[in-house]
């Protein structure tokens, strides 16, 4: 089945070490999004790829950057990781164009200790 | 800035009633809405969206309204069922770059009493 895939689904990190997450879709859509979801509140768009511009959000803090080495993979790296980037971060892809659906994955939970 | 509410964090109601959620929203007129169910540690699940011209949809016992002078959305579920129980969010279209940006709301948790 078409689908979007993370990995790890847990990460645990400790304060101040990078990390990287990672996102393969086989939609083959040319849009992928990173977004981060604590608990109990809105996922909130980071970032996305539109083929392979990348196109950042005005908020989204400097220690987070992202890379799409081709159409099937992104990946979300978070340079310093602090106590308050503990979250969910999901990935979802999509198609161009406006009035498209976004396939989500299954997140990765990240851990800050 | 946009600004989504959802009508209550949490939902409870018994098997076989209709639940209605509600999403209202300021600041924006977006194209379309989309609702989508989240379970618990996974990602969202794309349900239904809604163009701004439409002012109902149907899938299967899911139905969604757009009233774009009220700025608000209500999704109903009919016959409700235990598996039902899930978070179900509300996002607008954002549509900036041509991709199809999304602003969330906080969403509701349904829970299905048998």
């Known amino acids: 089945d078409a689908m979007v895939i993370q990995n790890p689904r847990y990460q645990v990190t400790q304060f101040g070490k990078p990390v990287t997450l990672s996102c393969s879709q086989t939609l083959n859509h040319n849009v992928m999004y990173w977004y981060q979801q604590k608990s109990s509140q809105a996922p909130k768009l980071l970032f996305h790829y539109y083929d392979k511009d990348f196109n950042n959000e005005a908020d989204t803090p400097d220690n987070f950057q992202s890379r799409r080495p081709n159409t099937s993979f992104c990946f979300l790296d978070i340079r310093s990781p602090g106590l308050g980037d503990a979250a969910m971060y999901l990935c979802?892809?999509?198609?161009?164009?406006?009035?498209?659906?976004?396939?989500f994955g299954p997140g990765t939970r990240l851990t800050v200790l | 800035s946009q600004k989504i509410e959802q009508n209550s964090e949490a939902l409870n109601i018994q098997e076989g009633k209709t639940a209605t959620l509600t999403c209202n929203y300021t600041?924006?007129?977006?194209?379309?809405l989309q609702w989508y169910r989240q379970d618990p540690g996974r990602g969202p699940v794309f349900l239904l969206l809604?163009?701004?011209?439409?002012k109902e949809k149907r899938k299967e016992r899911l139905k969604v309204t757009f009233d774009t002078t009220l700025k608000q959305s209500l999704f109903h579920i009919t016959a409700s069922q235990p598996a039902d129980s899930a978070t179900y969010l509300c996002?607008?279209?954002?549509?900036?770059?041509?991709?199809?940006?999304?602003?969330f709301g906080t969403g509701t948790r349904l829970t299905v009493i048998p």
């Open positions: 600041n924006y007129s977006p194209a379309y």
């Open positions: 996002a607008l279209d954002r549509s900036e770059t041509g991709a199809n940006n999304l602003f």
């Open positions: 809604i163009r701004e011209n439409e």
């Open positions: 979802a892809t999509s198609r161009s164009g406006g009035y498209n659906e976004q396939f």
